[in-house]
């Protein structure tokens, strides 16, 4: 994948959490604050006057600052850190060789962020999920993303605004975990 692809596949992701805006939602009103759709499409609303395509490097970068300076909450500066550590390991082609590199990259910045481990009902179930099945060679599309989110629905929330809810968090698929899903996709899905 290009960069031309690239910045194509990320500014489209406004019109997916536009029409997945009510959706993240109400996930987030049941486990959480209720702005994460909102956010979400605020800060990538804001993706086509920020973005720099003079190469893929600079491609992450500038959708990471744009995603820290946009989206409220604690997505922002998750997302946001992880699209500028991730431009550090991005090649200026996107392929089968590399996905792997560039995944371990948003895997670890999240861990490091949000200081989370898998099985904690976050965003990362999703996005380290899908970096061990690049890692082995498995192939990613976006059911395959959103089975790893909503095995987050039987796990209780120990991290986040969504821990203050205890057992109660059983039962939701984590509102992070389902937009890490449409991300993922666009980063490095095959449909």
């Known amino acids: ?111 490091q962020r949000g200081k989370v481990e898998l099985n904690e009902k976050t965003m990362y179930d999703v996005i380290e999920r899908a970096h061990e099945a690049v890692k082995n060679g498995e192939k990613l599309n976006q059911e395959i993303l959103q089975s790893y989110a909503d095995a987050t629905k039987d796990i209780e929330a120990t991290k986040g605004r969504a821990s203050y809810f205890k057992e109660d968090s059983i039962g939701f698929v984590d509102p992070g975990a389902q937009s890490s899903v449409y991300i993922l996709n666009a980063l490095i899905g095959d449909d």
């Open 1 to 111: 994948m290009n960069i031309k692809e690239m910045k194509s596949r990320l500014l489209n992701l406004v019109t997916i959490f536009e029409e997945k805006e009510d959706e993240l939602t109400e996930l987030d009103r049941a486990i959480g604050d209720g702005d994460h759709g909102v956010n979400m499409v605020r800060g990538f609303k804001a993706l086509p006057d920020n973005l720099d395509d003079s190469s893929m490097q600079s491609l992450f970068k500038s959708t990471g600052m744009t995603l820290m300076s946009n989206i409220g909450g604690a997505s922002g500066p998750l997302y946001g850190f992880s699209f500028v550590k991730m431009s550090q390991v991005v090649d200026d082609e996107i392929n089968e060789n590399n996905k792997a590199e560039l995944l371990g990259a948003f895997s670890e910045a999240i861990a």
